[in-house]
Structures are given as C-alpha cells and as structure tokens.
C-alpha cells in the first residue's frame, strides 16, 4: 500500500492531500499548517460576516425601536390632548347642572304662597 500525495488548489489557498492507494479511508493523522490555516482563516470569515450580520440586525431593530417610540408619543400626545377636552366638557356640565338644580329649588314653578 503506497501514499498518494497531491494538490488541491481551493480558493486562494493550496491544500495538500494524502490518501491510501489501497483503500478508501483519507484518514489523516495530523493536519497540516496549511489546512490549520485555512480552517482557521474560514472561522475568521464567517465570525467577521456573522458580526456584520449582527450589527446589521441591531441597527434594524434600533430604527424601529425609534420609529415606535416616535408613535406612541405622537399617540400619547393625542389622548392627553383628548383628555384635556373631556374635562373641560365635563367641568362646563357640572355647572350646567348645578346652575339648573340651584333655579329648581330656589324658585319653584307653579308654588302657592299662602
């Protein structure tokens, strides 16, 4: 049984292979400096992407975050605004009312004096 050795050119990277000429085990005991490097530089990638992903999401989710708060202050500013209305409205009928029962009892229609 003898060792095949090649090239595999990957990208940018040269990786060297072994295999067994009499079988189909590629097991390798040792991994290269190569292939230590590359795995490593393909770990480096995908963390730097997933990074920028996660940014990319918090700044999505900061946009509407502030886009939400803007609403409901503009939502708040309309019910306090609403709630000043009903007040007053109430206020101007409790003297509606107080001045229609005070004229009530104090000069009652259709009395007899005698």
């Known amino acids: 049984m003898g060792v095949q050795t090649g ?10 292979t072994e295999a067994l000429s009499g079988g189909a085990s590629h ?3 040792g991994r290269t400096p190569a292939d230590k490097e590359h795995k490593r530089l ?7 992407v997933s990074a920028q992903q996660a940014r990319e ?4 989710y900061l946009n509407e975050l502030e886009t939400k708060a803007k609403e409901l202050q503009q939502r708040n ?8 209305t ?5 206020f101007m009928l409790r003297q509606v009312l107080k001045n229609m029962t005070a004229k009530n009892k104090g000069g ?3 009395e007899v004096e005698g």
């Open 7 to 16: 090239l595999v050119v990957n990208s940018d990277f040269v990786v060297k």
């Open 27 to 29: 097991r390798r005991r």
């Open 42 to 48: 393909k770990r480096l990638l995908r963390n730097r």
């Open 57 to 60: 999401r918090k700044k999505a």
């Open 77 to 84: 500013s309309e019910l306090e605004e609403r709630v000043s």
């Open 86 to 90: 009903l007040q007053n409205e109430n």
């Open 108 to 110: 009652g229609v259709g």
